[in-house]
């Protein structure tokens, strides 16, 4: 029979990144499965008081497999759960608790995105020894869209990444306060580029991609987040995408296919969470592009290394969730130029 | 095309939007070259017909003729292109321009695109000049006198070159000298070959400065003569269909208590109207004292002093002996102090309230009003039928908004309020500025029944018929001093008045 | 204190200040004309934001910025006059009528982007265009100076230009004096002939042209996409300057010069370290100060002065 | 006062009328790009009433937003235009969770306490300007509007460094003890106690309003301060009496929504639901007896919208363009000041006076 899928975005499609990676991930389900998969992309908004009812509205119909994301979204989409026991559903980026079998009906699937930033603080580091102009500047740059620990633990997974290549390295951190201003993110970015950042690590949505504007203006350069962020300026400006070093990518559109597939087979692990990494293809790195032109060879191979660590364990890249504001502003003490 | 009426009214009416019909069939001539008055009483629909005749309402039914030509009304340019100017009933200049921008407000002389000021300065004095009306050209508006204010109104409607000019009551806040020097300048205007428009509810004026008038009652015309062929009884009666019969004070000497003792009081302020200086005055319980003088010549700081809106910078205030000097406002309420104020709107009463809410307005611990913290409706309702029935005020119902009622009715109401209870000083500032003669009666007779129940009564007025008819003594300000204490007898008159009120004489 | 004047006169500091004031001295400017008209533009915030759309979408349909500026001045300016009719045809109350248009344009450009680029987020799709920084050839030339005065963005220059022109505009010109009159008294206004409607009407396109060049300041100056919402409340900001400003041109290009600095103070001191909740506060804790000391004084004089 | 109330409740009536059409004006060309518009028109009108979980929907969107529109009618009638409530509203929130968070309540003075403090400390965004306004003259409506933004960045400081769960991922505060939840009502809804608080504060309002002495001289003072000092009313006294009762309702409003749908304190941003309230106080002309069904209104038209954008392919934005519209229409004198309309409002209060 023909499976429903229903995505809730709680928030808006066209993100550049976390979302539309979300919306991608369906795309991809649909195309694979075809006629035997129904699928509906249901945007919630981005006000959490319109969520607990959106969920109870779509769990009373027919739709076999809710999915929902954000950590925000998760103790609604347990409360709801609850309530219908027959119904399946997909928590991405946040867990529950499911100890003593709670929440048997959905599964949990979580992102290692300091595992994939600390490839981009390898990439960053090395760049900033060879491959940029010597005159760009000294220091690394990270701009997050809000002091808040998903973007803080790109942080503190690149600010590891960058010291295992020079441990004394510098970064000059900002958080815009906000995901749309662009015109604050191009002016922090040049605040940053002046006082000697030479590549910065933008985890800030739209406001981020001002700092974009603000390298290629000055002839600095960035790190993009989410999604291969080269590609988006490659077609409509490309002084823009010359200066896009790579991008971090956390691809929640992989973690979905991943998913379904399991699903379809019988086997997703359903009241139960699941982190997924480097090892799953759910994070990481883009090496096309801009990364092929300008990493050297010394830093391709640490990343590849690196890579390989990770997965087998060997490397444990630290994370922000669970760290309190203190022990974030130490590590970000530690770096200020 | 010289010939014949420059303005014929020919079965005029006008509703309003709301519903109320101003104008029904009102049919006149007005002779070019003639000084035309216009009496009614208020809300007659003489504003109605002028704003009309000036293009600013459309009439909803019947015609106008300008040198004998059916006229399109209420275009934009309609006054501009017959020649109309028309100085109205409530001021309209903008406060924070210059005197020579609001006179060429609206027709500004222009080089290229910016305005030539050069020019228009020009145009103002030359103005100022040929029509015998000084005024500084660069002065703020705002910061002039009401009488200089006056003049800008007339040379802003004289600007354009104009033939016919409609004032709309004029005189209503301008002391009787500047009314005399008002009317010259308008005889002047009149010899100039200029036809003139004029409201008034006086008929003294009128008769000083007019050849016809024209009566409108309840919005119909009742007759138009010349004013040769008849008396001021006849007049009264076709503004009022009926005769008035006019309360006077019976004056009486007595030996009551002072209630109201002021001690070389002086006040220091940089508006005039706002300082006063040495002034000493007493007021006994029964007796009403007018002051007279020019608008802004201290009253009005005289009473911000005496209903504790203001300190005196030096000099002591004695109400039944106790020293009022420093009290604040609530302390002199609650003293015993009444006003009325002559700003009904802005200090009398909230326009966008109840009546019942206006009338109750300030008896804060009035038991037989409240309960604990809560009002009784009910009493209240009752209270403020009483009042409305009292001072018969034409008023739908007491939960109606006060803007609701004209103002003459909202003046009774406020004054029903003021004089509840027995007040032991009573500030009335323009009491029957703009009410009608039967509601001014009204109004007069509880003033001096307030005094008769022993109430010192401070009376400041600009019009000195209603002074002289109810004031025991005659103090008359001028720059911010008492240049005149005069007892009221039989034979003082406003022309007596009049030097003391510009300064000319002193006495006291 | 020499050092502090050397900080100010770092050109790279004067160009922040200068960024980051043009929107807000474009904007404010706009809603300086239509509070002296007497109608405050409170829909300013969605004013900004549509100009800032249109100048995207028509210059990346165009190939042509200059048609994209053009095309958000006259959409500011028709926004501008829609308020006007609203208010004078239909009226209604004007800061309702800026709170329903700001509610619009938050909801009508996020369709429109939508609409034309398949896509809620930003317009990273289109090519539109970019407006041109301007080098003056004499300026730059001098030493300290001229990187100081030289090589910023077209419509900084604009916006700085814009300051005696509408100052010469409200004081010396026939509109203006419309303007001011019909904004100080409308009745005494419309019974020397000029129509309060009118002139609110024509005050209010301008303001929304102002609007219009902010915003296109934004997603054609700053960055080169339009993203949603990305006016982030200058709109109102810039209403806070306008008020700041009491009433003049030149005050308000006082204003948003020291909101200007206030900003670029809260970017730096960002970057030294300071916890960025607290740097987000100083925008906007300069203007309440400065309005609050401001009122203080001018009461106190007025004590004095009675 | 009867007479009144049926007069305005009449008006009201004839304003949803017209919201109606310009429902319709705006949603039948949206309806007819459908294959269904009858559908369309169905779940946006008819949609709300349809179950009691969608009912419920509107009562608890309508608590915050009669709490702040009480609180906006208080402030406007005292004759500021002070735009704090937002502020407190957010401040309120933050307040009672930090109530919750930091101190050890328990049993049954917790839920209050916590409200209590909501609404002292959320009140702050309202006196504030309301202060620097009676006391300076300095503008109240750009204090507020600028001071909103400083109260919420302190507050997300606040949040970030004191209240923040180090092991939540997001920015929120550690979860809020169930002694200091708001009870359900419903079964099946969310609805919680606090939707009583708020139709009990809006009558209180009322009749705090309309009968009682202060607020009477609270209503001389907004309407003519002239009047006030030539009263000798204490004006200064009775403003700031009506900003803190306002950013008290306000911050209490934040506090009740916090502790009522939310387990943890989430907000980095404005909440905005004090510019509903302002909107809400604007649709009920000032009244708090109206501010209950304008409140109720809006958060009916809230959830329509929602079913639309939910069930059918309608973008949610139309909500925003619909609530413009409506917002425009509703104040639209062109529409409320026509004499046919005065007409009938007279009518009826006519005939009221002759029974
Ligand atoms: N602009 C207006 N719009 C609506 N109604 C008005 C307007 N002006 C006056 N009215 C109504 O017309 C009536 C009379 O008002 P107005 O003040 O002109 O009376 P009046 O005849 O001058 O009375 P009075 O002699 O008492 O001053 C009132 O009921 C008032 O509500
Ligand atoms: N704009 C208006 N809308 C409705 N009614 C009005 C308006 N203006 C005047 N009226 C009413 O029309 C009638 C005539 O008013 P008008 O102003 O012409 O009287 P008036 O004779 O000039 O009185 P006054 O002596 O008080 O100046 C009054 O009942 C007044 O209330
Ligand atoms: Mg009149
Ligand atoms: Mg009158």
Redesign the interface.
Known sequence: AQDKVLLLING?????SFF?SANKGIEEIKAKYGDDVETKV????D????W???L???SEQDWDLIIGG???L??TLGTVAEQYPDKKYILF??SLPFEGGAYPNVYAVQYKQNEGSYLGGILAAGLLKSGLPADAGTALGFLGG?????INDFLVGYIAGAQSVTPDVKV????A??F?????G???G???Y??GVALGFIAA??AG??QA?AAKETGKFVLGVDSDQEA??A???PA?ASQVVSSVLKNVDVSLVRAYDLYKEGKLPFGSAETVGLAEGAVGIVETGNYEKLASAETKAAIADAKAKIAAGEIVVPTA?????AAISAI??AV?P | MAEGPIVSFRQVGKTYPNGTVALTDASFDIRRGSIHAICGENGAGKSTLMKILFGLESPSAGQVFIDGAAADTATPDFAGKHGIGMVHQHFSLVPILTVTENIILGHEPRSSIFIDRTKARRQVVELSERFDLAVDPDARTDTLSVAAQQKVEILKALSRDTRLLILDEPTAVLSPPEIEELFNRLRDLRAAGMTILFISHKLHEVRALAETVTVLRAGKVVGTTPLAEVDDAEITRMVMGRDVDVPRRQRQTTSAPVVLELAKVSTRSHDPADRIEDISLSIRADEIVGIAGVDGSGQRGLVSVLSGLMHPASGSIRLSGADMSRAAAPAWRKAGLAYLPADRYAQGGTASLSLADNAIAGTDGDKALQWGPFLRRGAIRQRVQQMIADYAVRAGGTGERLDSLSGGNAQKLIAARELAGSPKLLIADQPTRGVDVAAAALLHGRIDQAARNGAAVLLITADLDELLRLADRVLVLFNGRIVADLANHAGLTPAALGPYMLGLEKAS | MIEFFQAIADPAVVATVLRVMTPLLLAALGVLISDRAGVLNIGMEGIMLSGALIGVLVSAATANPFLGLFAALIGGGMLGALMALFINGLGTQFIITGIALNMAALAATTLGLFLATGDKGMSGALQSGVLPNIDIPLLGGIPVLGPLLSGHHMLTYVAILAVPTVAIMLARTPFGLHIRAVGSDPKAAAAAGVSRNRVQFHALTLSGVFGGAAGAYLSMGYVSWFAQNMTAGRGFIALAAEVMGMGTAWGTFAAAAVLGIAETVAITMQTKGLPNELMQMIPYIVPAVMLTVYAARRQAKARSNS | MTRSILAGLTEFALTALVIVLVILAVLVPVALSQPDPFEVLRLFVLGPFGTIRHMGNILEAATPAMMTGLAATIIFRAGMFNLGVEGSFFLGGLAAAATAVLLPLTGFVATPAAILVGALVGSLACIVPGYLRVRFGASEMVNSLVLNFAFLFAGVYFLNYVLRDPNAGALMSYKLPADFTLDRLLQGTRLHTGVIIAFVACILGGIWLYGTRSGLNVRIVGSSPGFASHLGLASSKLLMQAQVAGGLIAGMAGAIEVLGLYSRFSWTALPGLGWTGITVAILARENPFLVIPAALFLAYLQVGGDMLARNLDVPSEIVGLVTAAILLAVTAAAIFRHPAFLRLIRDIKGQERGA
């Open positions: 808006a499609l066209g993100d550049k539309d249901l945007e919630i908004g006000d959490p008081t319109g607990e009812p959106a109870l509205e779509v954000t950590f925000s998760s103790e980026d946040a809000m002091d808040i620990p998903v000059s951190v900002a958080y306060g906000s749309t201003d662009a015109a604050k191009k002016e922090l040049l605040a940053q002046r006082s949505s739209q991609l001002g504007a988006i300026f077609e409509s400006d823009i969730f669970g760290m309190d504001t970000r003490d200020r």
